[in-house]
């Protein structure tokens, strides 16, 4: 999917929401002033929402969901030069360009809507021949990943932004019947020195 979002416009959003694992809502409210890209870290304090009509900036989710991550390198460089393209935007549109502050934005600076989001990343997914998935499911993708990669649960869950690990292990019970024979297979070789 990322390769097919190469050169998007908003090719970083998506590297975002499947690197950091972050909700649609903790990626479409993600403000300039929540990210650091010197020191390569970002808070998520707020989220985009539709609340009665209207887009608005509220409260995550939990109190859990309120923290800081570290970005990856490739991450940082790509939230670079999503900047220098929204600034290449803001200069085109001069008077029309509307300032929310917004990482992720339409091309006048307003606040993105969910459906065209959506919308989006089916366009990216079919280009991609991978199956129709939910935006979600990039979050889900990123824990499955880490999961992967050997990361303890309690460190995807402050990732994740749980509020309770009990919620990880269980929305991802099914990636760790696969960890337990990796880990099995470990033990034996550890034992068995082959």
């Given at each position: 999917?990322?390769?097919?979002?190469?050169?998007?416009?908003?090719?970083?959003?998506?590297?975002?929401?499947?690197?950091?694992?972050?909700?649609?809502?903790?990626t479409?409210?993600?403000?300039?002033?929540?990210?650091?890209?010197?020191?390569?870290?970002?808070?998520?304090?707020v989220?985009?929402?539709?609340?009665?009509?209207?887009?608005?900036?509220?409260?995550?989710?939990?109190?859990?969901?309120?923290?800081?991550?570290?970005?990856?390198?490739s991450?940082v460089l790509?939230?670079r030069?999503?900047?220098?393209?929204?600034?290449?935007?803001?200069?085109?549109?001069?008077?029309?360009?509307?300032?929310?502050?917004?990482?992720?934005?339409?091309t006048?600076?307003?606040?993105?809507?969910a459906?065209?989001?959506?919308?989006?990343?089916?366009?990216?997914?079919?280009?991609?021949?991978?199956?129709?998935?939910r935006?979600?499911?990039?979050?889900?993708?990123?824990?499955?990943?880490?999961?992967?990669q050997?990361?303890?649960l309690r460190?995807?869950?402050?990732?994740?932004?749980?509020?309770?690990?009990?919620?990880?292990?269980?929305?991802?019970?099914?990636?760790?019947?696969?960890?337990?024979?990796?880990?099995?297979?470990?033990?034996?070789?550890?034992?068995?020195?082959?």
């Amino acid at each position: 999917m990322l390769h097919a979002a190469k050169g998007e416009r908003l090719e970083a959003r998506f590297t975002v929401a499947l690197t950091l694992g972050l909700r649609q809502g903790e990626t479409l409210g993600l403000r300039w002033q929540d990210v650091d890209l010197e020191a390569g870290d970002l808070r998520v304090r707020v989220a985009l929402q539709r609340v009665k009509g209207k887009l608005q900036l509220v409260e995550p989710k939990t109190p859990g969901s309120r923290r800081a991550l570290p970005v990856p390198p490739s991450v940082v460089l790509a939230l670079r030069e999503h900047r220098r393209n929204q600034l290449e935007e803001r200069l085109a549109v001069g008077p029309l360009w509307q300032d929310s502050g917004l990482v992720f934005t339409t091309t006048i600076g307003t606040p993105p809507d969910a459906t065209n989001v959506v919308r989006h990343c089916r366009a990216i997914l079919d280009r991609a021949g991978l199956p129709r998935m939910r935006y979600h499911d990039l979050r889900h993708a990123c824990a499955s990943l880490l999961l992967a990669q050997g990361v303890k649960l309690r460190t995807i869950m402050e990732i994740l932004g749980h509020s309770q690990l009990s919620t990880t292990a269980e929305v991802y019970a099914h990636v760790l019947p696969a960890l337990q024979g990796d880990a099995a297979n470990r033990m034996e070789a550890l034992l068995t020195g082959s």
